[in-house]
């Protein structure tokens, strides 16, 4: 009886195949034409209106006021993008302003010295462990015992740029600017502004740049690897910008506007789980609790955040809390997560839901 039972069902399965596929098409051809959103594009943009119209009075948080442009910038702009890797776009608020980059900058110029040196140069001469320390921590140097500690924290990214090639700072510079521009798929620039006020007053960065040399883990001129690190940092984008490089690590490495491959397939996981280990500081533990998703913050308000395969979101309001995150960006994104099940670790991000 079981026997008959199973072999009329796998019966039944066979001719359930043939159906679907005399009127879907075979699978792999479907899937490539889908929208990785459809049919829930409609559900995305609902759920992001939510979020926004719920949190856009929001006081929470302080502008970061240690780099004297940042104090000045106005507290209330709030935009919220979503790129998918299908380039759709959902973008609310004040997503054509552009604010600096900040702390951002740093997964992609990990991504380019992965791109020139390997991944496993770069894990040798960076490394990729947390801190449980603030971003610019001295003491995190001394420490750790690689003292470069990850890519995403300032001595790390520092020791990041003194790694990527170019006989002058300014070639080194303009490589950098030019693949920043590759994985938006369009031509970013500086904030002058915001370079000459953070380089005025960035003798911080210089004191971790100078530590790392006592223990040879700076790979160029120091003070030449912190100008170039605050340049990297000072470009402007607004957030549809940053959703479009954030789509760019969800869409394995290819620009989901230009199509064009910036970055190596193979380099990816390597960027995505440095962002979910320390892409938002010390806060980055409770991010990977409530919202598992991989992201990086910036100091200037902007946070971007990754769903592999999908997209990426990205938010920029500029009140930090206390470990330099924005509040209202982490608010949406988290509440956008949730809503929609996006969590990676989440059981049915591995279908079993
Ligand atoms: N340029 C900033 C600094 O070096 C980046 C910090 C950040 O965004 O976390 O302090």
New binding site residues.
């Given amino acids: 009886m079981f026997r008959m039972k199973s072999r009329l069902s796998k019966w039944m399965f066979a001719v359930y195949l043939l159906i679907a596929s005399v009127c879907v098409g075979p699978i792999s051809a479907q899937s490539k034409n889908v929208s990785p959103v459809a049919p829930g594009a409609e559900r995305v943009k609902a759920v992001v209106t939510e979020a926004y119209e719920k949190f856009r009075g929001d006081t929470g948080g302080k502008n970061a006021d240690y780099?004297p442009y940042l104090a000045k910038v106005d507290s209330k702009l709030f935009g919220v993008a979503v790129v998918t890797t299908d380039n759709q776009v959902f973008a609310l608020g004040d997503v054509k302003y552009s604010f600096s980059i900040?702390?951002i900058a740093k997964v992609f110029s990990l991504a380019l010295a992965m791109e020139e040196s390997g991944p496993d140069k770069v894990f040798e001469k960076i490394g990729s462990e947390p801190t449980g320390r603030a971003?610019?921590s001295p003491v995190a140097v001394v420490d750790m015992p690689s003292h470069t500690a990850n890519p995403l924290v300032?001595a790390g990214a520092i020791a990041t740029v003194s790694l990527i090639s170019g006989s002058t700072a300014d070639e080194k510079w303009d490589k950098i600017l030019d693949f920043y521009s590759k994985v938006a798929g369009e031509k970013l620039t500086l904030i002058d502004e915001v370079y000459k006020s953070?380089a005025a007053t960035?003798t911080g960065?210089k004191a971790l740049s100078y530590l790392l040399a006592k223990y040879d883990r700076i790979y160029a001129d120091p003070f030449e690897s912190v100008d170039v690190y605050?340049k990297e940092?000072s470009v402007g984008v607004n957030a549809t910008q940053l959703a479009r490089m954030g789509a760019t690590l969800a869409n394995n490495g290819v620009n989901p506007a230009t199509g064009e491959r910036v970055i190596k397939e193979e380099d990816i996981p390597h960027i995505l789980s440095t962002m979910m280990m320390a892409g938002l500081?010390d806060g980055s533990g409770g991010w990977a609790w409530h919202v598992g998703l991989p992201a990086k913050s910036?100091?200037?308000g902007g946070i971007v955040a990754i769903v592999p395969g999908k997209g990426a979101i990205a938010v920029f309001a500029p009140p930090l809390d206390e470990a330099?995150n924005s509040v209202k960006a982490q608010k949406v994104i988290e509440y956008v997560a949730n809503k929609l099940d996006f969590n990676l670790y989440s059981p049915s991000s591995v279908g079993l839901k």
Avoid: A, D, K
């Fill in positions: 780099i900040q702390s971003f610019n300032n953070e960035n960065n605050t940092c500081y910036g100091v200037g330099g």
